[in-house]
């Protein structure tokens, strides 16, 4: 079977600073409104092209000794992190320190200078560090899910509420909650407790601000 060749284009490169000790990702001017949204103090997962390691002889490699020690018996590349692969693709979850302009100063990476990016995601707990939650993915109703600051909002799906009957609000988990990076679950009973909450918060607003929200489309109660 014949493979046709992949096309991806580098959004930006490492570039280290030795004297200051700095790291950071030289976003292409073209791509500089994808950076839009991140913010200082963000993860985010990085997606490096190892171009020093992209050679045919080291496509070929497929067992290596794990981080480069012979005494470690000969493994499947897939089993490592190795830059020897046949596609040299990198992965890092790094914390975002600033931002100025197209540079993002990130944690220090054993990338060397110039290395191409070729994606930046944001870090997201439930993808990216699986832990059980109550709630399976295709039980989440991603299409239906809310951004309000940096709070994400993604309720259960509802079509099989009918065989529910008997269970009590406390142990049927309703919605997923993102905040930032980190996940949680809130059953209904927790769901209506945050509600009437949220309702209280609501009616200690100053009576100008409740005004207000209520001339900008009735977003209050």
Same mark, same amino acid.
């Given at each position: 079977?014949?493979?046709?060749?992949?096309?991806?284009? +580098? !959004?930006?490169?490492?570039?280290?600073?030795? /004297?200051?000790?700095?790291t950071?990702? =030289? #976003?292409?001017? @073209?791509? &500089? %409104?994808?950076?839009?949204?991140?913010?200082?103090?963000?993860?985010i997962?990085?997606?490096?092209?190892f171009?020093?390691?992209?050679?045919?002889?080291?496509?070929?490699?497929?067992?290596?000794?794990?981080?480069?020690?012979?005494?470690?018996?000969?493994?499947?590349?897939?089993?490592?992190?190795?830059?020897?692969?046949?596609?040299?693709?990198?992965?890092?979850?790094?914390?975002?320190?600033?931002?100025?302009?197209?540079?993002?100063?990130?944690?220090?990476?054993?990338?060397?200078?110039?290395? +191409? !990016?070729?994606?930046?995601?944001?870090?997201? /707990?439930?993808?990216?560090?699986?832990? =059980? #939650?109550?709630? @399976?993915? &295709? %039980?989440?109703?991603?299409?239906?899910?809310?951004?309000?600051?940096?709070?994400?909002?993604?309720?259960?799906?509802?079509?099989?509420?009918?065989?529910?009957?008997?269970?009590?609000?406390?142990?049927?988990?309703?919605?997923?909650?993102?905040?930032?990076p980190?996940?949680?679950?809130?059953?209904?009973?927790?769901?209506?407790?945050?509600?009437?909450?949220?309702?209280?918060?609501?009616?200690?607003?100053?009576?100008?601000?409740?005004?207000?929200?209520?001339?900008?489309?009735?977003?209050?109660?």
């Amino acid at each position: 079977m014949k493979f046709e060749p992949l096309k991806i284009l +580098p !959004v930006g490169h490492v570039r280290k600073n030795e /004297e200051l000790q700095e790291t950071y990702i =030289e #976003i292409l001017p @073209e791509f &500089r %409104e994808a950076v839009d949204g991140l913010r200082n103090g963000d993860w985010i997962k990085l997606v490096l092209w190892f171009h020093e390691s992209d050679t045919p002889v080291r496509r070929r490699v497929l067992k290596v000794h794990p981080y480069g020690n012979p005494k470690n018996p000969l493994t499947g590349v897939f089993a490592t992190r190795s830059p020897y692969r046949p596609n040299p693709i990198a992965l890092y979850t790094v914390r975002i320190h600033r931002i100025e302009g197209n540079r993002l100063y990130i944690d220090w990476v054993d990338a060397m200078d110039g290395t +191409p !990016v070729v994606d930046i995601k944001i870090f997201v /707990e439930r993808y990216d560090c699986p832990k =059980e #939650i109550p709630i @399976e993915e &295709r %039980e989440a109703h991603i299409r239906e899910s809310r951004m309000i600051g940096e709070v994400n909002v993604i309720p259960r799906k509802s079509g099989h509420l009918d065989e529910l009957e008997e269970v009590s609000p406390e142990e049927y988990d309703a919605v997923i909650l993102e905040i930032g990076p980190k996940t949680t679950t809130l059953t209904a009973g927790e769901l209506v407790e945050l509600i009437e909450a949220l309702q209280g918060v609501y009616e200690n607003l100053p009576v100008e601000i409740r005004d207000r929200l209520r001339k900008r489309g009735g977003r209050s109660p």
